[in-house]
T-cell receptor, first 112, second 115 residues
Framework: RKEVEQDPGPFNVPEGATVAFNCTYS??????FFWYRQDCRKEPKLLMS???SGNEDGRFTAQLNRASQYISLLIRDSKLSDSATYLC?????????????FGQGTTLQVKP | DAGVIQSPRHEVTEMGQEVTLRCKPI?????LFWYRQTMMRGLELLIY????????DSGMPEDRFSAKMPNASFSTLKIQPSEPRDSAVYFC?????????????FGPGTRLTVT
C-alpha cells in the first residue's frame, strides 16, 4: 500500500464549479499535512497547510480527518487558472524530520 | 529574494556518460532535498541533507547515483554512468527549521534525457 494515495483523475469541471479531492495516508502517526500545486512542466509549490481544525484560504478549504486518515481539498468557484495537478503531502514518521511523502497527484482541468 | 537555482535546465546525454546536476538552495535554508519525478513513479525523494550532512539516502536508486553538499550554498547530484531509465525531471528543494521546515521550496528542475 502506498503511504499517500490520491485519485489521479483527471477531474474535468466547468468554470464556477465546486470540486473536491480526497487523499488517504497510511501512517496514523503522521503529524503534518499539506497540499502542493504543480502546473504542467513546472515545479511543485506549496498551496496550503492542513490543520486539524480545518482551514480556508479564499476559495480553497482543506480538511483533515485523523480517524479515517484522509485529507481533503475543496475548491469553490473554480477558475481556468486552477487547472493543475494537486499533490497531497504528508510528513514522514516516525522521526520528526523535514522529510515529506508526496502523493501521485490529482489532475484538475477547468473548462470554459 | 532568489529562489532555488538549478542548472542545467535541460540535459541530453548518451547512455554511459556522466551527468552532474547542480543546485543552489535559498540562502539561510538548512535542509536540501533531491527529488526525481517521472510519470510512472511520481515524485520520489532521492536524498536529503541537513546542515550539509547527508541524513537519508535510502531513495538513491543505486550506486550510479551520488550526491554531495560541500557547503551551505551548493549541492550536486551525479549519475555515472547514465542509463536511459534515468530520464526524468530532477528537482532540488530547500527548507528552513527556523520557519516551517516542511514548507519546501522547489527549484525549476533539470529535465534529463538519456539516449
Amino acid at each position: 500500500r502506498k503511504e499517500v494515495e490520491q485519485d489521479p483523475g483527471p477531474f474535468n469541471v466547468p468554470e464556477g464549479a465546486t470540486v473536491a479531492f480526497n487523499c488517504t495516508y497510511s501512517n496514523s502517526a503522521s503529524q503534518s499535512f499539506f497540499w502542493y500545486r504543480q502546473d504542467c512542466r513546472k515545479e511543485p509549490k506549496l498551496l496550503m497547510s492542513v490543520y486539524s481544525s480545518g482551514n480556508e484560504d479564499g476559495r480553497f478549504t482543506a480538511q483533515l480527518n485523523r480517524a479515517s486518515q484522509y485529507i481533503s481539498l475543496l475548491i469553490r468557484d473554480s477558475k481556468l487558472s486552477d487547472s493543475a495537478t494537486y499533490l497531497c503531502v504528508v510528513n514522514r514518521v516516525p522521526r520528526n524530520t523535514g522529510k515529506l511523502i508526496f502523493g501521485q497527484g490529482t489532475t484538475l482541468q477547468v473548462k470554459p | 529574494d532568489a529562489g532555488v537555482i538549478q542548472s542545467p535546465r535541460h540535459e541530453v546525454t548518451e547512455m554511459g556518460q556522466e551527468v552532474t546536476l547542480r543546485c543552489k538552495p535559498i540562502s539561510g535554508h538548512d535542509y536540501l532535498f533531491w527529488y526525481r519525478q517521472t510519470m510512472m513513479r511520481g515524485l520520489e525523494l532521492l536524498i536529503y541533507f541537513n546542515n550539509n550532512v547527508p541524513i537519508d539516502d535510502s531513495g538513491m536508486p543505486e550506486d550510479r547515483f551520488s550526491a554531495k553538499m560541500p557547503n551551505a550554498s551548493f549541492s550536486t547530484l551525479k549519475i555515472q554512468p547514465s542509463e536511459p531509465r534515468d530520464s526524468a525531471v530532477y528537482f532540488c528543494a530547500s527548507s528552513s527549521t527556523l520557519y516551517s521546515y516542511y514548507e519546501q521550496y522547489f527549484g525549476p528542475g533539470t529535465r534529463l534525457t538519456v539516449t
